[in-house]
Each structure stands twice: as C-alpha cells, then as structure tokens.
C-alpha cells in the first residue's frame, strides 16, 4: 500500500489575500479557484512538489483559526537564492541558519499574512535529483 501526502489544508482569514501572497510573492502555481454556493476554496502547489495546500471554507478548515499552522515545511536545492527570491517578490524571510554543515542541516523561514509559518530547509541534492520530474511549466509530473 503505497500513502502519500498530497493536501495539507491552510487556515486563512482573507481568501483572496492569501491566494495572491502564495501565487505572486511566494511563486506557487494555483491549481483551480472554486467558487459556488457550497465553498470559496484555492488550490496551490509549489513549483516541483506533488502537495498542495487548500485554503477556504471547507468545514475542516473551519476547524483551524488562521495563522495557527506552524513550521511547514518547503525544500529547495539552494537556499540562499530561494530567500533571495523570496526577499525580491517582498516576501519577509528569516536569516539563514546553517545547524548541520551536512546536506539538510541549512534552513530559513517566512510567514504568511495570518502568520501561518513556513520552514525552507537547503537540499542541495534536490537540484540533481527532485523527488518529482517537471513538465516544463514547471509542475510536476502527476
């Protein structure tokens, strides 16, 4: 039986707020926008991952108050330009910390809006080898 983790759910406070923060500052690819008179929900992923996060109105995410997830974690091959780019779409990112000189030991972090907190760990195999191959819009392949 193979189990994968392909939707963690994000409480927010402002749908459309958080969509643009995730989309235009932190470069994630929304996936469908749904909204009827059931849900107002989004779906993102970052670029290369096979998780997404949903945010909206789903009872579940009802359950949770915005800003209350902590220590999500993203991993980038190289995380000096990851915050770099993050730092150039205005997003406000945490020094980096090397704990472990090792290959995984370097890591930096940012907030959403709510504060809703995100770990981004360095890597630096990921460059050779993502746990996912891209298509070439850069999602991967499902």
């Not at 189990?3 to 969509?19: F, K, N, T």
Request: glycine residues 10%; negative net charge.
């Amino acid at each position: 039986m193979i189990w994968s983790i392909e939707v963690v759910v994000l409480p927010v406070s402002d749908l459309d707020r958080s969509v643009a923060f995730y989309r235009d500052r932190v470069g994630f690819v929304l996936d469908h926008r749904t909204t009827n008179e059931h849900v107002d929900i989004a779906q993102l992923t970052p670029r290369g991952s096979g998780c997404s996060i949903v945010m909206g109105t789903l009872p579940s995410q009802q359950e949770m108050a915005p800003g209350t997830m902590r220590g999500l974690q993203l991993v980038v091959a190289d995380a000096e330009a990851a915050r770099a780019e993050l730092l150039g779409r205005g997003v406000e990112a945490s020094e980096i910390s090397v704990f472990d000189e090792r290959d995984g030991g370097t890591f930096f972090g940012f907030a959403d809006p709510d504060g809703n907190t995100w770990a981004v760990q360095q890597i630096r195999a990921r460059a050779e080898k993502p746990l996912l191959p891209l298509t070439d819009d850069g999602r991967s392949w499902a």
